[in-house]
């Protein structure tokens, strides 16, 4: 072969990729890791224990899809009784012994407001969590963390909006007095005042072991025709319904997120009544149950039969489980849609593909393909109880706010 | 029978580090911690600070506890006072004061403002006793938490959503690090351990194991049970408000829920199992309530693997494990984690002859 420039060039190229392509195969890790904080322990360790087999379940299923970029996953699920130090302490113990951490999973709003500002630099990494507080959904001051679906602060527009439509005048906002629950009271207030709807009371209670008949007896005077509740998990909303049912109160009760997990109401219904009927509120995602038109649930529920039999997961995915998957499903496809550019994965680039999340197919997770914007996803739609088939059913249809 | 700590002259007696050993450890702990701070890995770094934060504040709890025999439930809330005030006083004068003196002026006013208000939760000591200023100092922690999350005094306090605190910045050196600002923090611990030690040499400190040996007794032989319970009750306080400042500098983000009454039971567990009333006290007994937890964790996890099940049957053993280790300290040596130290030390200084 004759050699002149174009030849030299075109040989030196070959030559650089041949020897390039080992160094780039040695740079790709043997796995990726996922770390994660749950409350196993503490007071939502029963939220906690339920969602750290789907978390198992997740790293299962997305190595039977091939990993990241043909790298498969490994999660790691560490405790944090709830306490955000405790959860920020796991955070850097996986920082230091996992260097191919390629995404987080926190576990209160508490944990995520502690850790936002320590997220820069080498320290940064794409992080989903259990909250949807409202502050948490803010690109601007940190592209890293984001909402699997609308803020509280979402969720209770949807409430008021939905109240309006059925001609309510009237709301109290009972909450617990955390960061939790206080959250969109604020902003729930101002919402209300501009749909029309008069704010009649805001009552805080104790988020555990609240003194149920002050507060029924407040609601009661406040003549409130709808009550909104809001930073409540396993308990306190159920006692506060039944105690107003006791009460002989007819207002109707709404609740977000938390509050809408159909195995709590079922054991409240078995031991207490059937006074949840009725009860209403904002779920970001189809029940598990609504698998007909979401493949992804019957994928999970297939597995589950499987994995979890004898268990409470066996034929149920609760809606907490649901809501991790739904976050680090965001999160894989993100960390994917880099792999695939054939870029290094980093939290930045990780952070640039997750805002550019649009038109998303989930599965059936949400009513249809989502859009991240602004980090969090704003659809979701009112479900209610039903004591006697023990389901939520819908009873708006999608909502986008 | 020790022989090898003579001393030639009430000088040699009188000071902090009075024999050898002492000086030897002391050094070789200045050594030591300079090493770590160079090489070891952040998750060393951030355990470590989390040390040297709690054991400012014990070595505070000491001096009221220990020595003064006074004994505090709600010193946590000194802790909040320090982070809060530092952290306020930061957001107040930032812009007009320049931010490289700032934490000359933040810290001391923080101390200054925990010892006052200290000051005041003392109070009822010069009443109450034992159980009854156990609750009584409860009642602080509930009062301070509760204010600080009150929406009246959030735009200073930030409520319940906190505030996010200052990168300290010491004449123009940013320790922006977790790593530089646990060099602060050691240094800052090691002064602290060292004044305690200083003070219960002193009038002072004589007065406060006086009051916690017998109060009526010291009172007949002088000593102001008004003014030295209150002074103990100042500078505790002020070594918890202390170790509040360096809390918020420390951490990015400052939460009400971060100073809650664990964290004073958490003080007052690490001083009993350190031991009471003893310097090294605060060191033990801070080593096993931050480090213990950690080891299980990490043993529990190299045992057990990732697997779902095991990692939720792996929370509650480690609470449990804990928990019994605790208790079997306190079974075997009531005194403290520095009674088993001192008596091995006595064996190992007159080795081969008798021990114990």
């Not at chain 2, 996890?301 to 019994?324: K, N, S, V």
């Amino acid at each position: 072969m004759k050699l002149n420039r174009r030849s030299f060039l075109a040989s030196s190229a070959a030559a650089t990729a041949v020897m390039g392509t080992p160094m780039i195969l040695r740079a790709q890790p043997s796995e990726y890791v996922v770390a994660s904080s749950l409350p196993l322990t503490g007071p939502f360790a029963t939220a906690g224990q339920l969602v750290s087999p789907a978390l198992k379940m997740f790293e299962a299923l997305v190595n039977e899809d091939g990993g990241i970029g043909g790298v498969p996953i490994r999660t790691t699920i560490e405790d944090s009784g709830y306490v955000p130090a405790k959860a920020l302490a796991n955070y850097q113990r996986a920082l230091a012994t996992e260097p191919n951490m390629v995404m987080y999973y926190g576990d209160s709003t508490g944990f995520m407001k502690l850790v936002a500002p320590e997220l820069k630099g080498e320290n940064a990494t794409l992080m989903g969590s259990t909250s949807f507080a409202s502050d948490l959904a803010n690109p601007a001051e940190n592209p890293y963390q984001y909402l699997p679906g609308p803020s509280y602060e979402d969720q209770v527009d949807i409430l008021l909006q939905n109240i309006k439509d059925a001609g309510g005048t009237t709301v109290a906002f009972i909450f617990s007095n955390t960061e939790f629950g206080r959250d969109p009271i604020e902003h729930g207030r101002k919402r209300a005042e501009e749909l029309g709807i008069k704010v009649v009371l805001e009552e805080s209670t104790k988020p555990q072991g609240a003194d149920i008949p002050t507060h029924v007896t407040k609601l009661a005077q406040s003549g409130a025709e709808h009550c909104i509740l809001q930073g409540y998990v396993t308990g306190v909303w159920p006692q506060l319904i039944g105690g107003a049912r006791q009460f002989g109160l007819p207002t109707q009760f709404h609740g977000t997120f938390w509050g809408m997990e159909k195995l709590i109401a079922d054991r409240v219904t078995a031991e207490a009544g059937p006074f949840l009927s009725g009860y209403s509120g904002v779920m970001p995602y189809r029940y598990s149950y609504d698998s007909a038109d979401a493949p992804a649930y019957q994928r999970y529920a297939a597995f589950q039969k499987k994995a979890f039999a004898g268990t409470p997961l066996e034929n149920y995915m609760p809606t907490w489980g649901l809501q991790s998957l739904a976050s680090l499903n965001l999160g894989i496809e993100a960390l994917r849609r880099v792999a695939n550019k054939g870029e290094e994965i980093t939290a930045d680039r990780a952070a640039e593909e997750l805002a550019g999340i649009s038109d998303f197919d989930m599965g059936g997770f949400f009513g249809g393909p989502v859009t991240m914007k602004d980090n969090k996803i704003g659809t979701g739609r009112v479900y209610t109880y039903d004591a006697e088939t023990t389901l939520f059913t819908p009873s708006s249809d999608w909502l986008t706010v | 029978m020790i022989n090898a700590n003579l001393k030639a002259s009430y000088g040699a007696d009188e000071r902090v580090l009075d024999n050898r050993y002492k000086q030897g450890f002391v050094y070789g702990m200045i050594v030591l911690l300079a090493l770590f701070t160079m090489g070891a890995n952040d998750y060393a770094i951030l355990i470590a600070s989390k040390m040297g934060l709690l054991l400012i504040a014990v070595v505070g709890i000491n001096v009221l506890t220990g020595y003064t025999g006074l004994v505090s439930l709600g010193h946590g809330a000194f802790v909040a006072i320090g982070a809060y005030a530092v952290t306020i006083f930061n957001n107040v004068f930032t812009g007009t004061l320049p931010a490289g003196i700032m934490p000359f002026l933040s810290v001391p006013f923080a101390v200054a403002l925990a010892a006052g208000i200290g000051i005041v939760v003392g109070l009822p000591s010069l009443r109450v006793k034992g159980l009854y200023l156990a609750v009584t100092t409860l009642s602080a922690n509930f009062i301070v938490i509760f204010l600080i999350e009150q929406e009246v005094f959030a735009p200073w306090t930030g409520g319940m959503v906190g505030l996010t605190t200052n990168v300290p910045n010491i004449l123009g050196w940013e320790l922006d690090t977790k790593r530089e600002m646990f060099g602060l923090i050691a240094v800052v611990g090691l002064a602290t351990i060292l004044m305690a030690q200083n003070l219960i040499r002193t009038r002072v400190g004589r007065a406060f194991i006086a009051i916690r040996d017998r109060d009526y007794s010291a009172e007949i032989l002088g000593i102001s049970l008004l003014r030295y319970k209150l002074t103990s009750f100042a500078i505790s306080a002020a070594f918890c408000g202390l170790s509040g400042a360096l809390f918020a500098f420390f951490y990015a983000r400052i939460l009400p829920e971060q100073f809650e009454l664990n964290l004073s039971l958490e003080l007052v567990a690490a001083l009993i199992i350190g031991g009471m009333g003893r310097t090294m006290g605060p060191v033990f007994g801070v080593i096993i309530i931050v480090m213990v937890p950690e080891v299980i964790k990490i043993t529990f996890g190299a045992i057990t693997g990732d697997a779902a099940g095991m990692a939720q049957l792996r929370a509650p053993l480690q609470e449990i494990a804990f928990g019994l280790l605790l208790v079997v300290f306190l079974l075997k040596e009531p005194l403290g984690i520095n009674q088993i130290t001192d008596r091995l030390l006595r064996a190992a200084n007159r080795w081969p002859f008798a021990r114990g």
